[in-house]
């Protein structure tokens, strides 16, 4: 399977400061390493025309078609926007923006009428974790993949290791992967995200189950962001 890097720019960046990374972004080559950018939802057309080497990804879409939602972007604009992919159940919507199971159930029915790949994000608190709830909290998370009848990637994103700097070891990202792996077949690309950096990145790419790395806040760094697909490919031509 191909690797995949996700980059999750998340609500940064103003305008020039978009187009300078951008600009950046498209002289890199990831040659057999898929690369998907989600840029901010007002970027994502600019994005689709000034990165031939990627494919471009909703960070939200609305769990509404469309209709009388002010501030709410349809699954439609995004995909008329360039978009081919969207991030669903990403944790912060979850956490932040009361993202429940029933919406997310809408957003990929959404996806699947307007051509759009979801990337279902999954993964457990640190209570949970502690309280050897891992597999029932992701179980609950991965239902509505189980019927679900086009191609999806799934991110699995502990979330005490988003943000925070703390990276799960690859023995650990791996377990849960091939667990993930068992439920939903060995077709689906699993995607680690959670701090991940130049140097965690290799360990995991390196592991059976992680087909690929969602990366937030170190694919705003074109150094980072390059040293993290080179590994990719490096792994790539070696394995
Ligand atoms: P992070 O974000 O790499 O900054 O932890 C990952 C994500 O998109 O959740």
Redesign the pocket.
């Known amino acids: 399977m191909i690797t995949t890097i996700v980059a ?1 720019w998340k609500m940064n960046m103003g305008y020039s400061d978009m187009i300078q990374l951008t600009t950046s972004l498209s002289i890199i080559n990831p040659e057999s390493v898929s690369l998907i950018v989600a840029p901010s939802s007002c970027y994502l057309h600019y994005c689709a025309t000034h990165l031939p080497h990627a494919r471009i990804c909703a960070q939200a879409i609305s769990e509404y078609e469309h209709g009388a939602y002010t501030g709410d972007i349809s699954a439609e604009m995004v995909q008329s926007c360039g978009a081919r992919y969207a991030l669903i159940g ?1 944790s912060e919507r979850r956490a932040l923006f009361g993202e429940t199971a029933a919406a997310i159930e809408k957003k990929l029915m959404h996806c699947r009428h307007h051509q759009l790949t979801p990337i279902l994000c999954v993964g457990e608190t640190m209570a949970d974790r502690e309280s050897n709830q891992t597999h029932h909290v992701i179980s609950e998370q991965l239902s509505p993949m189980l019927t679900y009848p086009g191609d999806y990637l799934i991110a699995y ?1 502990p979330v005490w ?3 925070t700097g703390q990276t799960a070891t690859p023995a650990m990202a791996n377990e849960v992967h091939a667990w993930i792996h068992d439920m939903v077949g060995d077709h689906v690309p699993v995607l680690y ?4 950096t130049p140097d965690t990145a290799p360990p995991l790419l390196c592991a059976s189950d992680i087909n690929g790395v ?5 694919s705003l760094s074109i150094p980072s962001i390059t040293a993290i697909i080179n590994a990719a490919k490096s792994i790539e031509v070696t394995s």
């Not at 995200?193 to 991940?196: A, E, Q, T």
């Not at 969602?214 to 170190?218: F, I, K, N, R, T």
């Open positions: 999750n990403h994103e290791a988003i943000g995200g959670g701090s991940v969602l990366v937030g806040s170190a």
